[in-house]
């Protein structure tokens, strides 16, 4: 083994042939560079030997010095440069390729017929890659694995193919800012019902520990959200099926709402309280003769339990008007999410049953969304 010294030696001497100025600092710099020592502490290891990779790596960068002319420091900044560089170019190649996985990714939705095909890809992008739908393309610079690859393939036939609703094929959805389980035991929670709940946090703000039944949980995302909006407030939740039972008593889990029970019903079958300060409902409402008209994917995933209804899609509105006033106090609020063109017959109904103050509030399509009213 060449020892250290010597090897310092070599390269002074070959660093003067080529009339570098100061070459024994010079060579001191590079072999320092090579064994990751200090300079100042070189000379303690004059006796170490270097290993033939040491030395081919202190002539290589000698001859670079040399071919380039420049002195250590130049070599250095150069080849850190060309680091940066190769990174720059490495990132650049990603962003390229990913963006092309996309636009192939919306094409194939989009030729399959789902709408917002773009919208759609980069949800299903941004929930492999563990990011945000916003900033998708910002983080498109790191490589996709090829098991992220694979997955995204998978999710873009289950979405193209198959139309199932990337809710149930993530198995989540967001609502009111909580997170909820979902699957096919119960339906998606829409953003209209987002309005509902606001309505029913304002109305019950004055009372100090409101007593709320919801009537047909699904999921859990109205009674949960009540519950935890309103943390006085004690939320009985009753459903029919016990799937969506289940699914609701997870999502109580996962959000961690204590003051929210979930029981078997059929409407107030199984309802012994009568003293309520809101009942608050979004109830099967699709009449039967329209469920043929509805989308594909709609009637395809969601429980039909959840969406349709006898007498047009006004029974559960006709029978909670009527029977609330008998589960509610004096005062209490009835509050209801109905289809489209229902309002104003359900805000009859319920003026017919001892409701006052009755209002009739728009969702964000300007379609009456959502009736509210006041036991006499
Ligand atoms: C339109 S979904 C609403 C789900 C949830 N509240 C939401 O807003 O996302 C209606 C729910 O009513 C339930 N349901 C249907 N018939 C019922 C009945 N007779 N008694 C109680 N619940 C019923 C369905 O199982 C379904 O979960």
């Known amino acids: 083994m060449e020892k250290l010294i010597n090897i310092l030696k070599f390269s002074e001497e070959y660093l003067k042939k080529y009339s570098f100025s100061k070459p024994r600092l010079q060579a001191e710099k590079v072999v320092a560079y090579v064994l990751k020592l200090d300079r100042i502490s070189l000379y303690a290891y004059f006796d170490r030997g270097l290993s033939e990779g040491e030395k081919v790596q202190v002539k290589n960068f000698l001859k670079e010095m040399a071919r380039n002319r420049m002195d250590f420091e130049g070599i250095l900044e150069k080849l850190e440069n060309k680091n940066f560089q190769e990174i720059v170019s490495e990132k650049e190649n990603h962003k390229k390729e990913n963006l092309q996985l996309l636009s192939q990714s919306v094409d194939y939705i989009e030729k399959n017929g789902v709408e917002n095909p773009k919208l759609e890809a980069e949800y299903i992008f941004s929930h492999v890659l563990k990011t945000n739908r916003l900033t998708l393309t910002l983080d498109f610079t790191r490589k996709i694995t090829e098991e992220e690859k694979k997955l995204i393939k998978e999710i873009i036939i289950k979405r193209a193919k198959d139309k199932k609703p990337l809710q149930?094929?993530?198995?989540?959805?967001?609502?009111?800012?909580?997170?909820?389980?979902?699957?096919?035991?119960?339906?998606?929670?829409?953003?209209?019902?987002?309005?509902?709940?606001?309505?029913?946090?304002?109305?019950?703000?004055?009372?100090?520990?409101?007593?709320?039944?919801?009537?047909?949980?699904?999921?859990?995302?109205?009674?949960?959200?009540?519950?935890?909006?309103?943390?006085?407030?004690?939320?009985?939740?009753?459903?029919?099926?016990?799937?969506?039972?289940?699914?609701?008593?997870?999502?109580?889990?996962?959000?961690?709402?204590?003051?929210?029970?979930?029981?078997?019903?059929?409407?107030?079958?199984?309802?012994?309280?009568?003293?309520?300060?809101?009942?608050?409902?979004?109830?099967?409402?699709?009449?039967?003769?329209?469920?043929?008209?509805?989308?594909?994917?709609?009637?395809?995933?969601?429980?039909?339990?959840?969406?349709?209804?006898?007498?047009?899609?006004?029974?559960?509105?006709?029978?909670?008007?009527?029977?609330?006033?008998?589960?509610?106090?004096?005062?209490?609020?009835?509050?209801?999410?109905?289809?489209?063109?229902?309002?104003?017959?359900?805000?009859?109904?319920?003026?017919?049953?001892?409701?006052?103050?009755?209002?009739?509030?728009?969702?964000?399509?300007?379609?009456?969304?959502?009736?509210?009213?006041?036991?006499?």
């Open 168 to 376: 149930y094929i993530f198995g989540e959805e967001e609502f009111f800012g909580y997170k909820f389980k979902v699957d096919e035991r119960v339906l998606i929670p829409r953003p209209e019902t987002e309005l509902l709940v606001e309505q029913c946090v304002s109305m019950m703000s004055d009372i100090k520990t409101p007593f709320i039944l919801d009537i047909g949980v699904g999921s859990g995302a109205i009674s949960i959200t009540l519950a935890k909006e309103i943390s006085e407030a004690k939320v009985l939740g009753v459903d029919i099926s016990d799937g969506a039972l289940e699914v609701a008593n997870e999502n109580k889990e996962l959000n961690g709402a204590r003051n929210v029970k979930f029981i078997k019903s059929d409407v107030f079958q199984n309802v012994n309280y009568k003293a309520f300060d809101m009942i608050v409902s979004n109830p099967p409402y699709i009449p039967e003769k329209e469920y043929s008209e509805l989308m594909h994917e709609v009637k395809k995933y969601e429980p039909k339990l959840a969406l349709t209804a006898n007498d047009e899609g006004f029974y559960f509105y006709k029978l909670i008007s009527r029977e609330a006033v008998n589960y509610l106090k004096s005062g209490g609020v009835l509050a209801f999410e109905v289809g489209y063109n229902q309002a104003q017959r359900v805000k009859k109904m319920m003026e017919d049953n001892d409701f006052e103050n009755i209002v009739i509030i728009k969702d964000y399509h300007q379609i009456e969304r959502i009736v509210i009213g006041k036991k006499k």
